[in-house]
């Protein structure tokens, strides 16, 4: 049984248009991440959240955005998408903070036309 | 700060070989470590993780990985590679207190028949 859910697996959106990615997961996991990994590269980690409380790295761009309205949901919010977002998105969960496994979901592959 | 090297992005065996993928380490404290697998178009799944005790540790899929505290080392093998062991393999450590993954750059493994 899938237990890290994305949706939908491939997204095809236009250049500038909003686009929406999401996650779910049956976990009842405190934390959840979402990865940026483009071809070939390692995944890179864009934010998480720990329950309610966001987390940015720093060098996410501004252009991405995340909701978790509750522990079962989050999301993913790309406002203007460019040419150089396209990339496979990995929603991750872990119980814990720090020194625990990650269930990661199948991704979404987003490419921008 | 924790890091990890991945020593080769690309091996190829024959079916039947020993696989030997190479991860070192670098960390300030003692490090979680831990090896993924990703399929094509596909999410990252555990094979296998190393937090405390015993330093070899078994996997799903026949594959194995021995903690060498002395050599910083984390290599992942297994003693007979099947076709079906084609994909990226990433090897991660855990970012301390911190606690996101810190992934290498992965290793495409092959397996020629």
């Known amino acids: 049984d899938a237990m890290v859910i994305q949706n939908p697996r491939y997204q095809v959106t236009q250049f500038g248009k909003p686009v929406t990615l999401s996650c779910s997961q049956t976990?009842?996991?405190?934390?959840m991440y979402w990865y940026q990994q483009k071809s070939s590269q390692a995944p890179k980690l864009l934010f998480h959240?720990?329950?309610?409380?966001?987390?940015n790295e720093a060098d996410t761009p501004d252009n991405f955005q995340s909701r978790r309205p509750n522990t079962s949901f989050c999301f993913l919010d790309i406002r203007s998408p460019g040419l150089g977002d396209a990339a496979m998105y990995l929603c991750?969960?872990?119980?814990?903070?720090?020194?625990?496994?990650?269930?990661f979901g199948q991704g979404t592959r987003l490419t921008v036309v | 700060a924790q890091s990890v090297t991945q020593l080769g992005s690309h091996v190829s065996v024959s079916e039947g070989a020993l696989v030997l993928l190479r991860c070192n380490y670098s960390?300030?404290?003692?490090?979680?470590l831990f090896w993924y697998v990703q399929y094509p178009n596909q999410g990252l799944q555990l094979l296998l993780k190393?937090?405390?005790?015993?330093?070899l540790v078994k996997g799903i899929n026949g594959f194995e990985a021995e903690f060498k505290k002395s050599e910083t080392s984390f290599h992942l093998t297994k003693p007979s590679a099947h076709m079906s062991d084609a994909a990226e393999y990433f090897c991660?450590?855990?970012?301390?207190?911190?606690?996101?993954?810190?992934f290498g750059k992965g290793t495409k493994l092959s397996v020629k028949p």
């Open positions: 991660a450590v855990n970012k301390g207190s911190q606690g996101n993954l810190i």
């Open positions: 960390s300030s404290v003692p490090p979680y």
């Open positions: 959240y720990y329950d309610k409380d966001f987390n």
């Open positions: 991750a969960t872990s119980s814990a903070w720090g020194n625990t496994e990650a269930f």
């Open positions: 190393y937090t405390t005790g015993a330093t």
């Open positions: 976990l009842n996991h405190n934390v």
